[in-house]
DNA sequence: AAAAGGACCTGGTGGC
DNA sequence: TGCCACCAGGTCCTTT
């Protein structure tokens, strides 16, 4: 479900409404997610202050007195902040009571998602360790990408969804960052010059600006900490389009798998 | 080392 | 209506 839009739309709801709350009280009702959901958290997290939400490409990491929450959303989970007590929901995995009687609630019908963890500095956990940079900051350039894709031979698409070169880049504001950059997804990484870097830079950037001004992308069932849906569907140039005709030249939107996941593109206005 | 494919899960949809 | 195949916003792990 969540890109990086959605990660960090969640991220401000969440922080707006809990940071500096002191944890209350954990309830972990379903330990199988991606990976086992810590058996002590319910006992350790109680009294410490959560005193910043944070994110790191599709993780959200709850900074608390004593180490951090790693929270993953994987295809299908939610992070709902409720004011009041209401029934749980299946799929409803872990929720967390603060201080201010606000309740934040994970769901994840799919349990691709996951909740962990750790005493340690964050930038160390293996999970982070690895991860390329962030596609906002200042070290995301078309230099680094070129260099980095130098005897690549990977398809341009599968490149910049792969985490350890740029995190947060998921399948739909790939198709569409391409789309606006006109390069074909399937070009091998190491086809592309420079200049084309530069331009797919800037436009994996003002993607992912604008999803996150539009509090990201609803396409089924994707709510924000308060319920609220993503407005950035309307925005989308490729995505979901096959058979329908390219916004810039009328031609039909082709679909095709590239590493076993949907994509769309214009064959004439991307090469 | 890099690329490809399978695996993990549930739920919704569309065809027969 | 029921059954079944296939698809879905992710990404780790194994195999080639």
Redesign the pocket.
Known sequence: ????P?VETIRRGVAKLLEGQVIQQVVVRET?L?WQVPEELSDILPQQTLYQVQRR???LLLQCSLGTVLI?????GRLQVFSSPIPWQ??DHVEWLFGNHYRLRFHD????GCVLWTGEPIERH??LA??GPEPLEEDFTGNYLYYLAQ?????IK??I????VV????????NEALFSACIHPTR???TLNLTDYQRLVAKIRAVLTIAIAQG???????VDSTGQP?YF?QFLQV??RAGLACVQCGNTIQ?Q?I????SYFCPVCQH
């Open positions: 479900m969540p890109e990086l959605e199988q991606r490409g599709k993780y993953h959303l994987g295809m299908s299946k799929h019908p799919r349990r691709f293996p999970l690895h991860l005897k690549r031979r990977v398809a599968s490149f969804m792969d985490n350890q995190v947060g880049v998921g399948n739909i504001y790939a091998h990484a190491a990201g992308t609803t396409l089924h069932d994707f993503g569907k995505y979901g679909q798998k590493g076993q996941r949907a």
